[in-house]
């Protein structure tokens, strides 16, 4: 039996993984959460051999939650199911230790075929990824970890003070990174900093919720 956890901050996503992964006889979801940090502590009473975790999460991103998943559970095998589904997120998700990444555009049966994967032991890359996270480059590429990580946190709308107290920095700190973003980015404006995000695949378009779409097949 494969025992599963699912990090996700919408309810109706954690219903549907939970719903079609338990159709299988192979598979139990033994625990849930909908941020990281509460996921982090569950993780450790429930002892999952695989966490499915979304990439964007309220409190901080799927990076920073395999990354300190693996720290506590190196033997855990992390599959990240996320509407991101291009740029450098997924390269970097997978350098940090994650074994899997599956796009919220496919169906239910690649989750299951995944969870399955990477409980093996094997990494699990769904074929609408494949080649261009192997191969597609954005101007993100170019940007450090500390800056891709506060570059997601800007698109997020956050202001100087939040991304300051969320990574424990100064705020002087912050301003500084930023700067560098942008200027690494050739972006001008606050505005056209989320427009190359979603160009770049980063965030979802306006008005697509990535809604998960269940099968029972296997």
Same mark, same amino acid.
């Given at each position: 039996?494969?025992?599963?956890? =699912?990090?996700?901050?919408?309810?109706?996503?954690?219903?549907?993984?939970?719903?079609?992964?338990?159709?299988?006889?192979?598979?139990?979801?033994?625990?849930?959460?909908?941020?990281?940090?509460?996921?982090?502590?569950?993780?450790?009473?429930?002892?999952?051999?695989?966490?499915?975790?979304?990439?964007?999460?309220?409190?901080?991103?799927?990076?920073?939650?395999?990354?300190?998943?693996?720290?506590?559970?190196?033997?855990?095998?992390?599959?990240?199911?996320?509407? =991101?589904?291009?740029?450098?997120?997924?390269?970097?998700?997978?350098?940090?230790?994650?074994?899997?990444?599956?796009?919220?555009?496919?169906?239910?049966?690649?989750?299951?075929?995944?969870?399955?994967?990477?409980?093996?032991?094997?990494?699990?890359?769904?074929?609408?990824?494949?080649?261009?996270?192997?191969?597609?480059?954005?101007?993100?590429?170019?940007?450090?970890?500390?800056?891709?990580?506060?570059?997601?946190?800007?698109?997020?709308?956050?202001?100087?003070?939040?991304?300051?107290?969320?990574?424990?920095?100064?705020?002087?700190?912050?301003?500084?990174?930023?700067?560098?973003?942008?200027?690494?980015?050739?972006?001008?404006?606050?505005?056209?900093?989320?427009?190359?995000?979603?160009?770049?695949?980063?965030?979802?378009?306006?008005?697509?919720?990535?809604?998960?779409?269940?099968?029972?097949?296997?």
């Amino acid at each position: 039996m494969i025992r599963v956890f =699912v990090i996700d901050d919408h309810p109706l996503v954690r219903v549907g993984l939970t719903w079609v992964l338990e159709t299988q006889k192979d598979l139990r979801v033994v625990g849930e959460a909908d941020n990281g940090m509460s996921a982090l502590t569950a993780v450790a009473r429930h002892h999952p051999d695989v966490v499915i975790c979304d990439f964007h999460l309220p409190d901080m991103d799927g990076l920073e939650v395999t990354r300190r998943l693996l720290a506590e559970h190196p033997d855990l095998k992390v599959l990240i199911v996320s509407v =991101v589904d291009g740029g450098p997120v997924p390269r970097r998700l997978l350098a940090a230790g994650a074994m899997g990444y599956v796009s919220k555009a496919r169906d239910g049966s690649a989750v299951v075929r995944a969870v399955r994967e990477v409980a093996a032991g094997r990494r699990y890359l769904d074929d609408a990824l494949g080649a261009r996270v192997l191969f597609e480059t954005t101007p993100f590429d170019h940007l450090s970890p500390r800056q891709l990580e506060v570059a997601l946190l800007m698109v997020q709308g956050k202001r100087n003070a939040e991304i300051a107290l969320e990574l424990n920095l100064m705020e002087s700190t912050i301003r500084t990174v930023r700067a560098k973003v942008m200027t690494k980015l050739g972006v001008q404006t606050d505005i056209a900093l989320p427009r190359l995000a979603m160009d770049c695949g980063l965030i979802p378009p306006a008005g697509d919720g990535g809604a998960f779409r269940s099968n029972r097949s296997g």
